[in-house]
C-alpha cells in the first residue's frame, strides 16, 4: 500500500478534485437563478434553503476548489468536498427512487440526470475526496513551494 | 494522554518527518474558516436572491425562468412551436376547444392528470407503440400538450412529433400540470 503515500498521487488527485469542483460552480456563482432552479427541481426544499443554497454552496465550491488546487488546508477542503458529495448522494438516491427525471445540476450547461450513474460518479468523487483527507500530506504544494522561496531566500541572506 | 490520542489518525513517529500531523481541531476550524468565507462571498455576490428567497418571491422568480429556459429551447430546437399560457388555456378548457394531451408515462398520468385530458406517452409514440391517430383522430383539433412543467421538455417533443404528423393546431403548457393545479383549476386522481 505504499502507493498510497506517494506524494505525486496526491497532487494528481487532488488537482483533478479541485479543478472539476471550480469547473462546476463558477458557472452557478454567474447563473445563481439556474442553480437555483435545479435545486428546486428536486422538490425537496422551501425557498428559504433553496435560496441559501443556491447563494452559498457555488462560493463553498470555489474556495474547497481553490483549496485543493493549491494544497492550502486541503484536509479541511476534503473533509467539505466530502459532505458536499454526500448531500449530492443523497438526493440523487431520494429523486431516483422517487422516479423523478430531473437534471442533476451537477454541471451548468451539461444536461446529466440524477440517476444511478450520477450516484456512481458521486461514489467516486467521495472516494477520492476521503482519500485526499486520510492520506494526502500536501508536501507538493503552492504553501510547500512558497515555505521553499521563503527558506531559500533566509538561507541566501544568511549565506551573504 | 498518548500524543496519538491527542492528535489523531496519523502518529508523527510512524510519518515522514514533513507529514504534517492530524489534528480534528485545525480541520473543523479550517471548515469553519471555509464556511464562513462562503457565507460572507455568497452575501456580497448575491444578497437580492437571499432577499427573495425569504419575501416568498424565490419559488415564483424560479418558475418564471424555467418557463423562459424552456422557451427559448424551443426557440433553438423545436422552432414554430407555440406556447399557450395558463390563462389562455383555461379559456379553450372551458369552451371545450380544445383537447389536453399528457406527453408523460401512462404510470404517470393514471396518478395524477389534468381532467380530460388524453394520455399520449411521447416514447412510446417515438417507439411506435401508439399510433397517434387511434388517441387524436382530428387532425385539424386544438391541442395542448402538457408534462411536468419546470425543466420538462417531452411536451416540446410530442408537440414537435404530433406536428410532424400532420396535426395543425398545437400549443405547449410550459407550466405543465404543476402549475395547472396550483391554479386550482380541474384535475383528476
Known amino acids: 500500500m505504499k502507493f498510497l503515500h506517494n506524494d505525486y498521487l496526491h497532487l494528481t488527485v487532488r488537482l483533478l478534485i479541485g479543478a472539476l469542483f471550480l469547473y462546476a460552480a463558477v458557472p452557478d456563482i454567474l447563473d445563481t437563478m439556474g442553480f437555483a432552479s435545479s435545486i428546486y427541481n428536486y422538490q425537496l426544499f422551501p425557498s428559504s434553503i433553496i435560496g441559501m443554497s443556491a447563494v452559498f454552496v457555488p462560493w463553498l465550491e470555489v474556495l ?4 485543493l488546487v493549491s494544497g492550502v488546508k486541503a484536509r479541511g477542503a476534503s473533509l467539505l468536498v466530502s459532505l458536499l458529495v454526500v448531500v449530492f448522494i443523497t438526493l440523487a438516491a431520494i429523486s431516483t427512487i422517487r422516479g423523478l427525471d430531473i437534471d442533476c445540476g451537477c454541471f451548468s450547461g451539461v444536461e446529466r440526470t440524477a440517476d444511478w450513474l450520477a450516484i456512481l460518479e458521486d461514489l467516486v468523487l467521495l472516494g477520492c475526496a476521503l482519500f485526499i483527507f486520510f492520506f494526502d500530506s500536501a508536501r507538493i504544494s503552492l504553501a510547500s513551494l512558497i515555505k521553499k522561496i521563503m527558506f531559500q531566500r533566509t538561507t541566501d541572506k544568511e549565506a551573504l | 494522554m498518548t500524543q496519538q490520542a491527542k492528535t489523531g489518525l496519523v502518529p508523527e513517529s510512524s510519518s515522514r518527518q514533513s507529514r504534517p500531523v492530524f489534528s480534528w481541531r485545525r480541520v473543523t476550524r479550517d471548515c469553519l474558516y471555509f464556511l464562513a468565507l462562503a457565507i460572507i462571498l455568497g452575501v456580497l455576490w448575491n444578497y437580492s436572491l ?3 428567497a425569504f419575501d416568498g418571491t424565490l419559488i415564483t422568480e ?3 425562468h424555467q418557463l ?4 427559448l429551447k424551443a426557440k433553438q430546437l423545436y422552432p414554430g412551436i407555440s406556447f399557450i399560457d395558463l390563462l389562455s388555456a383555461k379559456k379553450l378548457y372551458d369552451d371545450k376547444v380544445a383537447i389536453f394531451v399528457d406527453a408523460r408515462t401512462s404510470q404517470e398520468y393514471q396518478i395524477e392528470h389534468i381532467s380530460g385530458a388524453a394520455s399520449l406517452p411521447v416514447r412510446a409514440l417515438l417507439q411506435g407503440d401508439i399510433k ?6 382530428d387532425r385539424e383539433a386544438v391541442l395542448i400538450t402538457y408534462c411536468d412543467g419546470g425543466e420538462c421538455d417531452i411536451s416540446l417533443e410530442l408537440a414537435k412529433e404530433l406536428s410532424e404528423r400532420g396535426y395543425q393546431n398545437i400549443f405547449v403548457l410550459g407550466e405543465g400540470w404543476p402549475g395547472w393545479e396550483a391554479a386550482g383549476y380541474p384535475m383528476d386522481k
Open chain 2, 132 to 137: 397517434p391517430d387511434k388517441v387524436l383522430p
Open chain 2, 50 to 52: 437571499l432577499l427573495k
Open chain 1, 64 to 67: 474547497v476548489g481553490l483549496s
Open chain 2, 62 to 64: 424560479i418558475q418564471q
Open chain 2, 68 to 71: 423562459a429556459e424552456l422557451k
